[in-house]
């Protein structure tokens, strides 16, 4: 067993691996019971409870694997709870502290390709588990801990959709988004990329709401549930034509990935906006329209301009590294408004340390009814209340090796950079790679994942231009 195991890593949200191959029945068969323990020996004494929720998304045989993690997990003592169908992942970690669980296990691989199916682990709390709940699994399945009970538990059946749907229809002004759809004030599409998020809008705000990709597709078309430009061309297409014939009202697109916990949209021009761009609008309405206050938290690779708009709002910015787990911490420990990474991630203090792309999107949708401003008009005043105009991109670059990410590791700690495209460095974070900051405000940011040999590249400037020619100026640093 030992020997299996040992190939079994967590990385920033799970364990995930190509279906087949690394993601296997006998695999998880090992994974789900530790994981199960370790969720007990760490929360049982705060919780007093001996049940898991075991739920999955939409991908080839997630519940087929969900039964399977469920049974192993009741053999040996457990209580599960097994849901009836598929949901978001954040549904599952508010049942996860709404029915008062040890947590959940979740058969998603979010936003990666159809290929893979992974093992997301949830808290009591209703969020990820910290780093070194997850280090504590893969440490017991490294020594082969096998988990026994002599009675097995109880296994039933769940909904996780109307508690969930409940508790978000009573976070914003449900009745006025609703009013703005049906009047023809806001006309709203939602591709939800065949994933989790199919037919959650329309449980909140009726069959008014235009969904694109609803349809089951475990090859997710070709391409991947990743709120990425690349994969919304339908999207473009169908907002360009819709203004195109009906130039009245607004008119806005939002995007889901996979398990529902990422999210991005696209504008009334067919601009598509980031978690980068929403970010700083919701700080803006939360604050302003709601009333909220607290820390804002936010990632190393996000924007500059969220910073500057939370000090229009005299709100304080806790910087971490990138992964939503590190939000979820701070947002444990302090009173925090909202925390949000550059990948679409967002979460708030007002809800469960969690990532929760259908509350987001319910804000978003608020901010646009309230505001009366298409998204994009709304970040421009934003840039123009702070003086910051940036542009962003990210890439990922595949390296040949694991050998050559080591070899530029070791370069970037033995040679340091003091100039990057012609400008001049004026500092180097290193609170999760290294993030450069240039003479001229923008930066870059170079980072490894952990687990592949690949480099992630991340820049900010004030212009599209200056944000490709530092990134190919990257590139080339790297080959």
Request: charged fraction near 20%; charge should be negative; aromatic fraction near 8%.
């Amino acid at each position: 067993m030992p020997v299996v195991a040992n190939s079994i890593k967590f990385g920033t949200d799970g364990w995930r691996g190509v279906i087949g191959d690394e993601f296997t029945f006998e695999r998880l068969a090992l994974v789900a019971p530790v994981a199960a323990k370790v969720l007990y020996d760490t929360y049982f004494s705060t919780v007093g409870s001996r049940t898991i929720i075991v739920g999955y998304d939409r991908r080839f045989m997630a519940e087929d694997f969900a039964r399977a993690v469920a049974d192993t997990v009741t053999a040996i003592g457990f209580d599960v709870l097994l849901s009836e169908d598929y949901a978001p992942t954040p549904a599952y970690s508010w049942a996860a502290k709404e029915l008062n669980a040890l947590g959940a296990l979740v058969i998603t691989a979010s936003h990666n390709p159809g290929t893979y199916l992974g093992l997301k682990v949830k808290g009591y709390f209703g969020g990820s588990v910290p780093p070194e709940v997850t280090k504590e699994i893969e440490a017991q399945l490294s020594v082969g801990v096998v988990p026994v009970a002599a009675t097995p538990g109880k296994q039933e059946k769940f909904d996780p959709w109307p508690s969930y749907t409940q508790a978000l229809e009573g976070k914003v002004d449900i009745v006025k988004i609703r009013e703005a759809i049906a009047s023809g004030k806001l006309t709203l599409f939602a591709d939800v990329m065949h994933g989790a998020a199919a037919g959650g809008l329309a449980r909140l705000l009726g069959n008014q709401v235009k969904e694109i990709n609803s349809e089951r597709d475990p090859l997710f078309g070709g391409g991947a549930p990743e709120p990425l430009p690349k994969y919304l061309s339908k999207l473009f297409e169908v907002i360009k034509t819709h203004r195109e014939t009906d130039k009245s009202g607004l008119t806005v697109g939002l995007v889901f990935d996979g398990d529902c916990d990422r999210i991005a949209a696209v504008d009334g021009e067919a601009n598509f906006l980031s978690s980068q761009v929403l970010i700083p609008i919701l700080i803006d309405h939360l604050t302003l329209r709601r009333g909220f206050t607290g820390e804002i938290v936010k990632t190393v690779s996000g924007s500059d301009l969220m910073p500057l708009v939370a000090a229009l709002h005299n709100l304080s910015v806790f910087e971490t590294a990138v992964g939503y787990k590190y939000i979820a911490d701070r947002m444990l420990a302090a009173k925090v408004l909202l925390g949000g990474e550059e990948s679409g991630g967002i979460g708030y203090g007002s809800h469960i340390p969690e990532r929760d792309a259908l509350l987001s999107a319910l804000y978003v949708l608020e901010a646009i009814v309230e505001s009366g401003l298409d998204l994009g008009e709304y970040y421009r005043q934003l840039q123009k209340q702070t003086g910051f105009t940036s542009a962003y991109d990210r890439i990922d670059l595949p390296l040949a090796s694991m050998e050559v990410r080591s070899r530029l590791l070791q370069q970037l700690q033995s040679q340091p950079l003091t100039e990057i495209a012609g400008l001049a460095v004026i500092d180097c974070q290193t609170i999760d790679g290294y993030k450069y900051r240039l003479a001229d405000k923008s930066w870059l940011m170079i980072r490894f994942s952990g687990t592949e040999p690949v480099l992630r590249l991340y820049c900010e400037a004030p212009t599209i231009e200056q944000v490709h020619q530092t990134l190919a100026w990257a590139k080339h640093w790297a080959e």
